[in-house]
């Protein structure tokens, strides 16, 4: 009954290890991730645009909700926050007031809290979606988890508190799971409206520009790739797992 709290906690840790990543492994080994980033991109949009969109419209407004989790990232993440972006953190000249660490912190934490909304929504509507979600918010996890932690060594923060940071992203996954399991069942397609939203700002309007920041393009079509194990996931769960 509670399986979307087991696998909010596993999107928890991915935080914790994406921090831990950064902390710790040498710099040549960070370019893996960035694969990460370009398939979280397409499987997010796919299962956003295919799978959340279409059961959240059984809801009055339901776009309006999509609206505001859209704009509700762009507002925590790039306003409030001095300094932004997914991926290694090295303007060390953008980083100098420490506060630009726990405000990014903010920010992206606001986007983690709907992290763990989308997992207990999609959990609450069929172990299909909710498995399908997971998926979308673990793939994008360990790069999430080594964008914080950047920041705050890039901001003038020890190891611990970096690590820290990352810990604190996963608790508000996990918290978000938790509100979600709380509210009355028919809410639930506002929540994932809401976090479908977000779901769409972070791949689309964060992940997607690093891909082609980036460049090459064995990345840019790694994000066909996301598209390909979205496909692949959808058609596994649908098979094999009970609605
Ligand atoms: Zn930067
Ligand atoms: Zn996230």
Do not use: C
């Not at 979307?4 to 040498?26: E, M, N, P, Q």
């Not at 090295?90 to 606001?110: E, N, P, Q």
């Not at 763990?116 to 988890?145: N, Q, Y």
């Amino acid at each position: 009954m509670l399986a979307y709290l087991a696998f909010a906690a596993v999107a928890a840790v991915a935080d914790v290890a994406g921090a831990v990543i950064v902390t710790t492994a040498h710099k040549r080994r960070h370019a893996p991730l960035r694969y990460f980033v370009a398939a979280g991109a397409g499987f997010m949009l796919a299962a956003a645009f295919v799978r959340m969109l279409p059961e959240a419209t059984q809801v009055p407004h339901a776009f309006l909700y999509v609206l505001i989790g859209y704009f509700g990232v762009h507002l925590f993440e790039h306003t409030f926050a001095p300094h932004f972006h997914f991926g290694e953190e090295t303007h060390t000249d953008a980083m100098l007031k420490r506060s630009s660490g726990w405000l990014a912190a903010i920010g992206l934490g606001v986007h983690t809290l709907f992290d763990g909304v989308a997992i207990a929504a999609g959990f609450m509507v069929s172990p299909t979606l909710g498995g399908l979600l997971f998926l979308a918010v673990v793939i994008h996890k360990i790069p999430e988890g080594f964008t914080i932690a950047s920041i705050m060594l890039a901001a003038g923060y020890a190891r611990g508190a970096a690590v820290a940071a990352g810990g604190a992203l996963g608790v508000l996954t996990l918290g978000g799971a938790l509100l979600t399991g709380l509210v009355a069942h028919q809410h639930v397609g506002a929540a994932l409206a809401l976090s479908a939203g977000v779901t769409i700002y972070v791949a689309a309007s964060d992940l997607i520009p690093e891909v082609n920041r980036e460049g090459g393009p064995a990345l840019a079509w790694t994000v066909f790739g996301g598209l390909v194990f979205f496909i692949v996931a959808d058609w596994l769960l649908s098979e094999f797992v009970s609605h």
